[in-house]
């Protein structure tokens, strides 16, 4: 890449108003319901309402479940974050 297109990229992303949500969860007996469905439709209602470009939905890399309902709902994997426990 071109010093020009990674500047590009960036303002692509800057310029992009996501709506960041941390957590959604529908307890384990409830599941299987549409509950996490109808929460997550209702979320992107919010978000088209309210001028938001995207929804940046984070959930843990070993959360194998709510990683295919999330896919199943049409989001796709974009980055993946790291961390170190520093103490």
Do not use: C, W
Request: no cysteine; glycine share 6%.
């Amino acid at each position: 890449h071109s010093i020009d297109e990674v500047v590009d990229q960036m303002h692509q992303y800057i310029d992009e108003k996501r709506l960041f949500v941390q957590l959604l969860q529908v307890h384990p007996e409830y599941r299987g319901r549409g509950i996490g469905k109808t929460l997550l439709s209702r979320l992107e209602k919010y978000a088209v309402e309210n001028g938001y470009d995207a929804i940046d939905m984070i959930t843990s890399a070993s959360n194998d479940g709510a990683i295919r309902f999330y896919e199943r709902e049409g989001y796709e994997i974009e980055r993946l974050q790291l961390y170190k426990i520093l103490r």
